[in-house]
């Protein structure tokens, strides 16, 4: 009854994710006004806004115009939900599962919005990012570094919330400034930018959640993944003949061979960081927890 519970205001909750996803980047109130169709502007019905099952029942149509809803909006609805049972399911009943819903809702809309129009607003991020402070002050951080740090100037503790805001801080600190050098020296050397601020902003919020550890197992990852995924997706357009009249055209222009041409388009293609950096995020949060309690099985040999 409880996962059913987490499942269920979930996808309730990613129903109205669905709206801060759409309308934070036009610039919209997501208050008001109702749900609607974008274009024949009906409002959509009370029962035909239940999630998931709505979009299903309507087959993935407007009920009024007939214009295909997409599917991210069930999508999100189903993955908001499974995130609230998993919190539920790696931290149990308390102020830790509440954090890490909140943190989880503020990826899903980042991650998502991204991927849709390469944004990462700053609606999202400096709330979330304060939201991260306060948490840490309630919901230790264990992340060590502070303690750490304050043990290697022969300094005594601070308090633990304290201590954990300050690993907030530091991991704030760390990971914004971590990827704004990767920025910085992407520009340097390619001449052009190759990462927005919202990256760093979005980092500065990871942080304030994460810690500095956590932190940066998160950009190791996001970046890994980032790289592995963007690689295949570049081979994959080149080999699907993705902008080939482009290339084909230019060619007849002189400007090079179209093999030549097609890959060098190709290669302008870009993957959203942000993307790739919230996917990171969740995994480490829900999947390292999981392996710690799985190698406290293990016999000690």
Known sequence: MVITFFFLFGIVLGSFLNVCITRIPEGLSIVRPGSRCPRCGTPIKPYDNVPILGWILLRG???????????????????????????????????????????????????????????????????????????????????????????????????QAVLSVLDALLGAAFGSFLLWGFAAMYKLVRGHEGMGMGDVKMMAMAGAFLGLRWTFLTILVGTLLGSIIGIAVILGLYAGGWRKQVAERASKRGLGSVSALRWAIARQYQLPLGTFLGIAALLIVFLIPLAIRALSFLPII
Not at 85 to 99: E, I, M
Not at 109 to 123: A, N, Q
């Open 61 to 159: 149509k407007c009920r009024s115009c007939g214009l295909p809803i997409s599917p991210m909006y069930p999508l999100v609805e189903l993955l908001t939900g499974l995130l609230f049972v998993a919190c539920y399911l790696s931290f149990g009943l308390g102020p830790a599962t509440f954090k890490w819903m909140v943190f989880s809702c503020l990826i899903v809309v980042l991650t998502i919005t991204d991927l849709r129009v390469r944004m990462l607003p700053d609606v999202v991020n400096w709330p979330g990012f304060a939201a991260g402070l306060i948490f840490a002050a309630f919901v230790p951080l264990n992340d060590g570094t502070t303690l750490s740090l304050a043990g290697s100037f022969g300094l005594l503790p601070p308090p």
